[in-house]
């Protein structure tokens, strides 16, 4: 079963304005962490936001915020003012805590969003 | 925020000869860092952990003796791909993981385009 679901495979959004792209995540550990990574066509990831599970409240940076729906299990990122430069593939990626006979972090990204700004 | 390289950024080959990608974390210590693929238009899909100074732990499905591993030092993973075919051409991805962050951030490479001819 896929852990990580992004159901937008292409979004667009006016310039200026917000939009929402969608995550949810599926975990039976209640210890884990969500992040958003913005990869423009070079093929960087760039990391944009984080959430821990045990966070009270949503996570914040700039323009970007998380909204995080822990019940529903659902981490969407919210980008304000679009710009142009925001147009990429962004990826929802969910950290479990590490597992006893593995020494790497349980770190899965979902299928990515390809968002668009139009000017 | 941390820095994480990758040598080469592209690399065109021919079938059957083997192709060194280097991945640096040039102002932390890494003991941990992972290798991912990608394919147009796909996500990224681990491929292995490579852990400082013992065997990398690869993902299933992917050949340990295709993809070779050497995390030599606690700044820089070399991964091999060993007689390349096309369809090894890929995108690859590697990241370091950070202790110094709040969070065990990965910090990412900017990633290397593989094309086998």
């Known amino acids: 079963a896929q852990k990580i679901t992004q159901t937008q495979p292409g979004m667009f959004v006016q310039e200026k304005e917000a939009v929402t792209l969608d995550c949810t995540y599926d975990?039976?550990?209640?210890?884990?962490?969500l992040f958003w990574y913005k990869q423009p066509s070079s093929g960087e990831m760039i990391f944009l936001i984080y959430?821990?599970?045990?966070?009270?409240q949503n996570a914040t940076e700039g323009r970007y915020s998380l909204n995080f729906q822990k019940a529903r299990k659902s981490a969407n990122l919210v980008i304000s003012a679009s710009q142009l430069g925001d147009s990429a593939m962004y990826f929802c990626?969910?950290?479990?805590?590490?597992?006893?006979?593995?020494?790497?972090?349980?770190?899965?990204f979902g299928p990515g969003t390809r968002l668009s700004v139009l000017p | 925020g941390a820095v994480v390289s990758q040598h080469p950024s592209r690399v065109i080959c021919k079938s059957g000869t083997s192709v060194k990608i280097e991945c640096r974390s040039l102002?932390?210590?890494?003991?941990?860092m992972f290798w991912y693929r990608q394919f147009p238009k796909q996500s990224l899909m681990l491929m292995a952990t490579?852990?400082?100074?013992?065997?990398?732990?690869?993902e299933q499905g992917v050949e340990k003796d295709k993809f070779l591993i050497n995390h030599a030092s606690l700044t820089l993973s070399t991964l091999t791909v060993t007689s390349a075919h096309p369809e090894d051409s890929s995108f690859y991805i590697c990241?370091?993981?950070?202790?110094?962050?709040?969070?065990?951030?990965?910090?990412f490479g900017p990633g290397t385009r593989l094309t086998v001819l």
């Open positions: 990241s370091a993981l950070g202790l110094a962050g709040i969070h065990n951030e990965q910090f």
């Open positions: 975990t039976s550990d209640p210890s884990y962490g």
């Open positions: 959430q821990g599970s045990y966070d009270q």
């Open positions: 990626a969910m950290r479990e805590p590490q597992d006893r006979d593995n020494y790497g972090q349980n770190f899965v």
């Open positions: 102002d932390f210590q890494a003991t941990t």
């Open positions: 490579s852990n400082e100074g013992s065997k990398a732990t690869y």
